[in-house]
């Protein structure tokens, strides 16, 4: 079985005996939000997310054992919207029937995360442990999360994405970055919120909290029409 598996927008992790699902950032309320900025759009990014969920876990074919969230599950900075605490509520209610366990690790949009979290028993950390991979969003540094024993740190935050040139044509495709620093594997996974693509590192600073010259990161994306994900080798290669 191999340790990792790309599904979709999602990452499988085989460690210390457990199947754990990361999910990249979430965004839940962006409708809303945007709503009340003026910018009047359909409210029916949660039933599409739903369907996405839905065919991970079918490609995934059995239970998992822990789902961990990547932070930046709501969009709202320092309040709660009212279709935040719906669509958040509904997300854990959906995501319980498929884990055993849901961590919810806590991003820069998750300041007031807690009280949703309480009314369903989810936990939210600073980082999340499971042998050698550490789990976290991204945006804060940690002492702990050095220690020799942990070689890889699997983060959000970024929700990284790249634009593929085809003569005057260019798209932009979400996908996952992969490269070293300081002796530890870095995986930047994209952003399950299918509403905004991303940034492409060549053209935006990098917003990880560690001086990473993402660009020398190695490229996944992620398929269009399936949950198949291609490797496009180094970054700085890609025209």
Known sequence: MNKLEYIGKCLLVNEKEKKILVVGDLHLGFEESLNESGIF???????EMIGDFDKVF????????????????????????????NDVLGLFDYLKGKCERIVLVKGNH?????????????EVVDYYVVGKYCFLHGDRDFDEIWD?????????????????????KVEKYKCFLVGKFKRKEIIAVPSFIEYYEGSDPREKKNRLVWG????????????????????????????
């Open 110 to 122: 998750d300041k007031i995360i807690e009280p949703i979290a309480r009314e369903r028993k989810i």
């Open 41 to 47: 759009i359909g409210r029916k990014m949660f039933g």
């Open 58 to 85: 079918d490609a995934v074919g059995e239970r998992i054992d822990e789902i961990v969230l990547l932070g930046d599950v709501k969009h709202e900075f320092g309040r709660v919207l009212r279709q935040e605490w």
């Open 148 to 168: 020799n024993r942990i070689k890889a740190f699997v983060v959000g935050h970024v929700h990284p994405a790249v634009n593929l040139k085809d003569g005057v």
């Open 212 to 239: 990473v010259n993402l660009e020398k990161f190695d490229v996944k994306i992620v398929g269009e029409k399936d949950l198949g994900v291609l490797d496009f080798g180094k970054m700085d290669r890609l025209s």
